[in-house]
């Protein structure tokens, strides 16, 4: 494929919900990469804009509304201001935070509708769907719990299943009942509008499979999954009263899907920061176009808005969707609803001017491949041991020992040694380094190479000793210092993407402006004589009663949700005893078991059964390592129709209990009892 030339680059990032604050997830999974990528492109001198905003509408609004006993609006008005205070305060620079219940995303999403209805690119159907007699209105898939199917997980969604990660319709669910109400949903007949997914599936495969190798692995794969089951058409309107409402005749009543709404806003506050010109953002085909989100949201950024705006016919396509995994919290997963989450807001109020120290944590743990991990110790471990004491350290020291041997100016070098050449060597390709690894979105790896250019300084200034030669060699020490500093500014240069309000500090220290992408890695980045600011600490040690003080906070929460979560789930509905004996449940022994491949859930069991063995999938890889369930007694219903899980013929079911917290424990004979022996 002839390589795309680029003139500007539009970076999105993903529409936080205006239903909640934002917490550290967020801000790891899409923000601070997006923040840095921007930051990084302006400092080349390159066109670039970071669009943002807040996603308004949607079913989860007018529940909280419900509930609170206010509008939609008084929520969406509450959360937008709240979130984009927090954005602005930790230093994401959009260049527009709009939100999806203004009028220009308002015209924006009924033109493109109409558009597309024009074409002739809708389905109309009437169809049956179910309706919440308690609650008055129709559920959406995701206020629709039930039994999987396919893996027999009682919790499982109108839309997916988490356990075996099966795409769902809420009809296909076992036992359904409203999330909302608890009731029984029943259904009713509506029509809506469609986008038929399935049309664009082959042009899908080529502008994906083919054509966009390059993308992150977790990102390609979960499309090729989607791609390989086959797509469907998806409804693009539902019954509501808060959305946009579907702007065409005969629709009253109705609003435009929250999916078909969101991805549109970063056209429509595109357009809102740049009314005269915002087609070249959006329709010039030499714009690169980059979405940040989290990998919840790959589908709809891979899938459904290409899909999307091919109909429509006059947009670009995402160049790249360099999707993150999930980070947890204290080893465990973060809940808004639980309140399991350090929120944005909280973060800086309890920990004041410290927001490079976060966006510099979330950076080193970020979830770029697989889920990670967020711990306050770590926290205090990274700022302690990285920021004060190997880039805080030398630049202080650099910046200390020019104060006192050389009056506050940049000294003069005399002549290098073999050692000064290496070191100066040593940093020469940082700006190659760094560009390759964030052109290719390696934040991660490119802060670490950042980091390696101040322990490149530390090193060098702890093998020349130069408070020791200034007793005797002052011109030596005139040298060291010169190159220290001149690391010093190259670091400010280095980590400005990651550091912001660090690195202004760092340039009025060394009293210059901030130098230019393209002299990273020049050794002359400060002339000799240059007066040099008044030198403070850059980071400063965080103690361990600020770190218990947040670890409480998370203890209290964990207290109170098990005080709330000690009440067990209601019973079903009541069964003849007839129904229960046609349940065959066995105990049997794991012989073997093994992680599914790229399934995060599953593990594949070979079962002795007492009847020459089985195989059996089951979702509980979060719980339970292959090796500690080989050689264990369990009970499965042996009499369930086989079903192939990511191409595995499962021939029963694992049972387990599901604790509050969402962890499962598999359910064991209290003594070992003879393969296949039935449980009654």
């Given at each position: ?160 299943c988490e356990a075996c990660g099966t795409s769902l319709s809420p009809t296909d669910l076992k036992n359904p009942k409203s999330t ?77 899907y929250v999916w078909f709404d969101a991805p549109i806003g970063y056209i429509s506050n595109t357009k809102e920061l740049c009314p ?400 296949g022996s039935e449980v009654k």
């Open positions: 494929m002839e390589e795309k030339k680029i003139k500007r680059t539009l970076i999105t990032a993903a529409l936080p919900y205006a239903n909640g604050p934002v917490h550290i997830g967020h801000l790891a999974g899409v923000y601070v990469p997006a923040d840095i990528y921007a930051r990084y492109l302006r400092m080349k001198g390159e066109e670039v804009l970071l669009i943002g905003g807040s996603d308004e509408h949607g079913v989860p609004i007018t529940i909280r509304a419900r509930k609170e006993g206010v509008t939609p609006q008084d929520i969406v008005d509450r959360y937008h201001l709240l979130i984009k205070k927090s954005f602005e305060d930790f230093g994401i620079t959009f260049d527009i935070y709009s939100r999806t219940t203004s009028e220009t995303h308002r015209q924006t999403v009924s033109d493109f509708f109409r558009t597309l209805y024009y074409k002739g690119v809708f389905i109309e159907r009437t169809s049956e769907q179910y309706y919440d007699e308690e609650a008055k209105l129709f559920l959406a898939d995701r206020y629709i719990m039930g039994t999987c199917p396919h893996c027999g997980n009682e919790r499982a969604y109108g839309d997916q909302i109400s608890g009731s029984v949903p029943v259904m009713r007949e509506t029509k809506h509008w469609y986008l038929p997914l399935d049309q664009y599936e082959p042009f899908l495969r080529e502008w994906i499979l083919e054509e966009h190798k390059e993308w992150k692995p977790n990102v390609y794969g979960q499309c090729k999954s989607w791609l390989d089951m086959g797509l469907q058409p998806r409804a693009v309107s539902r019954d509501l009263d808060w959305g946009i409402p579907v702007p065409v005749e005969g629709a009253e009543g109705k609003v435009l005269d010109d915002w087609e070249k953002w959006w329709k010039d085909p030499e714009t690169k176009l980059v979405h940040f989100i989290g990998k919840d949201n790959i589908v709809f950024h891979c899938i459904v808005f290409p899909a999307m705006l091919k109909a429509e016919g006059s947009f670009i396509l995402p160049d790249n969707v360099p999707a993150n995994e999930f980070l947890n919290l204290e080893g465990e997963k973060i809940s808004t609803s639980r309140n399991w989450a350090v929120w944005l807001h909280e973060y800086l109020e309890d920990l004041p001017g410290k927001q490079d120290v976060l966006r510099y944590v979330l950076t080193a743990n970020a979830p770029e491949t697989k889920d990670n991990d967020f711990t306050w110790k770590d926290f205090q471990a990274h700022n302690n041991n990285e920021l004060v004491a190997i880039l805080g350290n030398f630049i202080n020291r650099a910046l200390v020992l020019t104060g006192k041997y050389f009056e506050n100016k940049v000294p003069t070098p005399c002549e290098l040694t073999d050692y000064d050449k290496e070191t100066l060597n040593g940093f020469a390709g940082v700006k190659t380094r760094l560009e390759r690894l964030l052109d290719t979105y390696h934040f991660r790896d490119a802060q670490k190479e950042a980091m390696n250019l101040a322990r490149v300084g530390n090193k060098y200034l702890a093998d020349t000793e130069p408070w020791k030669l200034a007793k005797t060699d002052m011109n030596r020490v005139a040298t060291i210092l010169n190159i220290s500093l001149q690391i010093a500014a190259n670091l400010s240069v280095a980590f400005r993407p990651f550091l912001p309000f660090s690195m202004e500090k760092l340039n009025k220290m060394l009293n210059i402006a901030p130098p230019e992408w393209n002299r990273l890695g020049s050794a002359t980045l400060l002339e000799a004589g240059h007066p040099l600011g008044t030198t403070e600490l850059l980071f400063e040690k965080i103690e361990d009663d600020a770190i218990e003080k947040q670890i409480r906070k998370l203890l209290e929460t964990k207290k109170e949700n098990e005080a709330t979560e000690k009440q067990a789930p209601p019973i079903r509905e009541t069964i003849d005893f007839s129904d229960f004996t046609k349940l065959d449940i066995r105990a049997g022994t794991v012989l073997e078991c093994i992680k599914v491949p790229k399934a995060d859930k599953l593990l594949q069991l070979r079962i002795d059964d007492g009847l020459g063995g089985r195989t059996i999938v089951s979702g509980i890889a979060n719980d339970y390592k292959p090796e500690e369930l080989v050689g264990k007694q369990v009970c499965f219903i042996a009499n369930l129709a086989p079903r192939k899980l990511k191409g595995i013929l499962s021939e029963g079911m694992i049972l387990s209990a599901e604790n509050a917290d969402g962890h499962l424990a598999v359910i064991v004979p209290e003594k070992n009892v003879l393969s």
